[in-house]
């Protein structure tokens, strides 16, 4: 079946460690997304890539970084600049403008 | 500037009842995308319904329903006779066809809690 998975589902950081979110789909969707998730709060941008090779800085783009090496793949790196990684993350995907949003189940992401 | 905005942060009802969402948007563009999506207890989050703007006619699907207003730049979502499993985070959504300064995003509301009670 088509979709976006993501890994882990869970995931603990210590302070000072860069990690790294993966995202993969197999829609041959184009674009790609990482979003922020803080309880209780909405969804905020980070990253999106249009095609391979190209990514952009979002909203809160900040303490993150991103590859886009393939088509189905858009892995997110939290490094140890973040200062408040502890969040919900989601990676979604669609084929480009005007088209819905694929998402993934999500990585729950706690520094301890 | 492109803005979604969902001015009800919580709506409690009891099972039974029906309840309406709003969504109020604001674009420059003629032509753009509306979203509803659902966001359970477990995370992740499901597509309702895409709407594009040149098509302002009201959609049903079972329970749900969606009324778009061009005029008031509003794109609601009722349930009817609401069930507990309806419980979730409701977002509205906007997108435009990949204008220069928007680059395929979605511009998102913050969200409406909805806790249906038995």
């Known amino acids: 079946d088509g979709g976006i998975t993501q890994s882990p589902k869970y995931l603990f950081r210590k302070e000072g460690q860069n990690v790294t979110l993966s995202c993969e789909q197999n829609l041959n969707h184009d674009a790609m997304y990482w979003y922020r998730q803080d309880p209780g709060q909405g969804l905020r941008l980070i990253y999106y890539s249009q095609i391979v090779n190209d990514f952009q800085k979002g909203d809160i783009a900040e303490g993150y970084s991103v590859s886009r090496e393939k088509k189905e793949s858009f892995p997110l790196t939290v490094t140890s600049a973040q200062k408040n990684p502890t969040a919900f993350y989601l990676c979604a995907s669609t084929w480009g403008g005007g088209t819905e949003a694929f998402f993934g189940q999500g990585t729950r992401l706690t520094v301890v | 500037a492109q803005k979604v905005t969902q001015a009800q942060t919580e709506i409690s009802v009891v099972e039974k009842e029906d309840v309406t969402l709003d969504c109020v948007y604001e674009t420059r563009d003629t032509t753009y995308y509306l979203f509803w999506y659902k966001q359970p207890p477990s995370g992740e989050l499901v597509f309702l319904i895409r709407?594009?703007?040149?098509d302002e006619q009201n959609e049903i699907s079972g329970r749900y329903s969606w009324n778009f207003q061009k005029s008031t730049s509003s794109f609601n979502f009722t349930i009817t006779a609401s069930q507990v499993v309806d419980s979730a985070v409701y977002f509205c959504?906007?997108?435009?066809?990949?204008?220069?300064?928007?680059?395929?995003?979605?511009?998102w509301g913050a969200g409406t809690k909805l806790i249906i009670k038995p």
């Open positions: 709407r594009n703007s040149f």
């Open positions: 959504a906007l997108s435009d066809l990949g204008a220069m300064d928007s680059n395929y995003q979605l511009i």
